[in-house]
């Protein structure tokens, strides 16, 4: 299943698509979801490789039979250090035991499960004693 997840700069989940195939492309499922137009709203939405050839900023591919170029290196760094909160919020979807491991029920509840999960860590992000400030990701700039 490919299920597309919205989150912030501190790593909270937003938004969750519903399921979709998993044979269906990132851009595809996006679209789909109608999620296309909160990125847009958002003003500057960062993905991955996935998205690209859309309005979000990505990382830069290499090219064929060239290396990568410092800026381009420079620019990949910075996106990853941005998008470590969106992994971030994937790894709290995925804490959840039934995503954790293969989805074993029935594949016609899956879109009701996924929402539950994501209900239930919003929750939890609102009630936590953490506090949001971008430390974390501070600590994870690199040296220049």
Request: proline share 2%; hydrophobic share 35%; aromatic share 6%.
């Amino acid at each position: 299943m490919n299920v597309q997840v919205v989150a912030d700069l501190h790593g909270r989940v937003l938004s969750v698509s519903r399921g979709f195939p998993g044979s269906w492309h990132d851009m595809h499922c996006l679209t789909d979801a109608g999620l296309t137009t909160l990125a847009g709203a958002a003003g500057t939405a960062i993905g991955d490789s996935g998205y690209q050839g859309s309005d979000m900023t990505t990382p830069n591919k290499k090219q064929p039979g060239q290396d990568r170029t410092e800026s381009d290196l420079k620019h990949n760094t910075a996106i990853a250090v941005i998008r470590v909160a969106v992994e971030w919020a994937n790894a709290h979807l995925k804490n959840w035991r039934i995503l954790a491991t293969r989805y074993r029920d029935s594949l016609t509840r899956f879109n009701r499960t996924i929402t539950a999960i994501a209900g239930l860590t919003m929750l939890n992000e609102q009630h936590s004693e953490r506090h949001l400030t971008f430390k974390r990701l501070n600590k994870l700039k690199v040296s220049e």
